[in-house]
């Protein structure tokens, strides 16, 4: 046997002397050949990565000397791969990723326009306004509600206060108040009371009107026709008279509603409700999707879509329990006028200069030192 | 606790508190030891209860102690992959998960529900095929009965992803996608949502 060549297996293990089939135990200079083997092996570089495994492992040992988790053994291959993924950071790539928008940005995005401000020459008018900003203080009621431990985060607080602003902005609007939020399917609604100025929102009705007349006259037309091709007996039943609609600015149309499903998207102004959609509404109970347009499949069936229910259930809501501490209000000054009307004249109410707060233990103990400010919905769904 | 400084002990649920509790409907008083008088009783439960001796009354601290156990074996639910199952059978945490990839967070079926599986055995031999044992071995909460009883919505501008329950209203489950955390809790007046079908 010539001297082994160092890719042969005999290599470095047989010395002069002594043969590969010896039991004795090699000696010292063989055994120290054997491990310069054993970690030339270790060092060879691998041919599709580059990294060699005395370098993995000794990287593996290191991570796992410095971090000492706890039942190493266990994860011992992740720990494999996270350092292998961890040499991935390599910048030898020429190409780039493309940045890519993240979700979060694009919503970011949205965000942003309420946080500029609406142009330039708001600035002068914004001096003259201050006075009476109907613009509410939304941080500081919500202030008040995280003490007693309802609420929404400070982020969305404070987006909404923003939204408000922006609405105020562009709508002609007296009183503005956060009403709420509703959660839904897969949307929420965030809510806003408001109260125009006067005189400002009676086009809309008229144009309702007038269309609600077109449509009567052409099923008039129809009902005619019928008669004349053939007479099935009519049946003597009179549906029950439709309750008139109340008045916008009174009773339970008393507020204008605007909803959005977040800060950030334009706000949609809710139609006036009607008494039988709110009596339907006392009848059915369904989740919001989210989308105002969706239609309510009930039954009884609902006479809307979901911008109805929602202005409905709006509406019962603020009638049941809207509260104030007794006292707090007081009726405007009567004049004449309005005691012959009768009980007409009970729609206004204003903040009672001489309201003295009673103690908290006393408007804790009893209930009746709440009262409702707002007017409850009768049965017959008239206020 | 009542007031977040006195804290009992309550004990754990069995299977006849729970069986007791569902029969009781309305808002809990706020007293543990209120107790409940049946109402509604059928006349065969009636003659088992009235042979043991035992009155039919219940105490509220037991109705809250099953209706805990009723929610948490319901609506329970862990991300996929925040649990493994060794192979000698026990399930522990894995501490290796990193959390969902956002477009995963966004599909129920990448959430289980962390109780004994029901469903699993019932899968097709095609799907079983797909599952990995040591992660999938959970009932997943797309085939939850009804369909649409848990809501996906994703918050603070897609960072964080909250699944709510509509059978249990008030049951609210949190997840950061790509982190480790995720949680769920309940405020809630204690009541199965029995309506929910027709409220869809």
Redesign the interface.
Same mark, same amino acid.
């Given at each position: 046997h010539g001297p082994y060549q160092p890719h042969e297996p005999g290599y470095g293990l047989y010395q002069p002397g002594y043969s590969p089939y010896d039991d004795q135990i090699p000696d010292p200079k063989s055994r120290m050949l054997a491990i310069q083997n054993a970690k030339a092996f270790l060092l060879k570089s691998s041919t599709t990565s580059g990294l060699n495994l005395y370098d993995h492992l000794a990287s593996m040992l290191t991570k796992i000397l410095d971090e000492q988790?706890t039942n190493a053994v266990d994860?011992i291959e992740?720990i494999s791969k996270d350092v292998k993924w961890a040499q991935f950071q390599k910048k030898m790539d020429t190409l780039r990723d493309e940045h890519e928008i #993240?979700?979060?940005f694009e919503?970011?995005e949205k965000?942003k326009a309420l946080f500029l401000k609406a142009n330039g020459e708001g600035d002068e008018e914004l001096e003259e306004e201050i006075g009476e900003s109907p613009l509410p203080n939304v941080m500081e009621t919500a202030f008040y509600f995280e003490q007693a431990g309802i609420g929404l985060s400070k982020?969305e607080s404070y987006h909404i206060f923003l939204a408000l602003k922006k609405l105020i902005s562009v709508q002609p609007i007296q009183t503005c108040r956060f009403w709420g939020k509703i #959660?839904? #399917?897969?949307?929420?609604y965030i809510i806003a009371e408001v109260q125009y100025h006067e005189g400002e929102e009676e086009e809309e009705t008229e144009e309702v009107i007038e269309e609600g007349g077109k449509g009567m006259g052409e099923v008039e037309d129809e009902d005619e026709k019928k008669e004349k091709e053939d007479e099935p007996p009519k049946s003597t039943y009179k549906p029950p008279p439709v309750i008139p609609k109340e008045e916008n600015g009174t009773g339970a149309n008393k507020y204008v509603y605007f909803v959005c499903n977040e800060p950030g998207k334009p706000w949609v102004k809710l139609p006036p409700v009607t008494p039988a959609q709110i009596v339907c509404a006392r009848k059915i /109970? /369904?989740?919001f999707t989210g989308r105002l347009d969706a239609p309510i499949v009930?039954f009884p069936p609902f006479p809307g879509n979901e911008a109805n229910y929602l202005r409905a259930q709006i509406a019962r809501i603020s009638a049941a329990t809207h509260i104030s501490p007794i006292g707090f209000y007081q009726f405007a000054e009567e004049e004449g006028d309005e005691e012959e009307e009768g009980g007409g004249g009970r729609d206004t109410y204003e903040e009672n200069p001489d309201f003295q707060p009673p103690s908290v233990a006393e408007m804790a103990d009893s209930l009746s030192t709440w009262v409702h400010h707002g007017q409850s919905i009768l049965e017959q769904v008239c206020c | 606790s009542l007031n977040c400084v006195e804290w009992s002990l309550l004990p754990p649920a069995t299977e006849e508190m729970v069986a007791q509790a569902e029969q009781l409907k309305g808002r809990f008083q706020g007293d543990p030891s209120f107790e409940y008088e049946y109402t509604e009783i059928n006349a065969g439960d009636a003659e088992r209860l009235f042979e043991d001796g035992k009155e039919p009354m219940i105490k509220e601290e037991s109705r809250l102690v099953a209706t805990i156990e009723q929610i948490d074996r319901a609506v329970g639910i862990i991300p996929r992959g925040a649990f493994v199952k060794t192979p000698l059978g026990s399930v522990c945490e894995n501490r290796n998960f990193e959390g969902l990839s956002l477009t995963e967070a966004k599909k129920l079926s990448s959430y289980f529900h962390f109780t004994e599986p029901v469903n699993l055995k019932n899968k097709t031999l095609l799907e079983k095929a797909d599952l990995d044992p040591s992660t999938d071995f959970l009932d997943s909460l797309e085939h939850d009965i009804p369909q649409g009883s848990w809501t996906v919505q994703l918050e603070k501008g897609g960072t964080v992803v909250v699944l709510r329950s509509l059978l249990w209203l008030g049951l609210t489950f949190y997840h950061v996608p790509m982190t480790k955390q995720y949680g769920y809790v309940y405020f809630g007046t204690g009541e199965k949502n029995l309506d929910l079908p027709f409220m869809l």
């Open positions: 988790p994860i992740n #993240l979700p979060t919503a970011a965000r982020d #959660l839904g #399917l897969e949307m929420n /109970k /369904k989740f009930s | -």
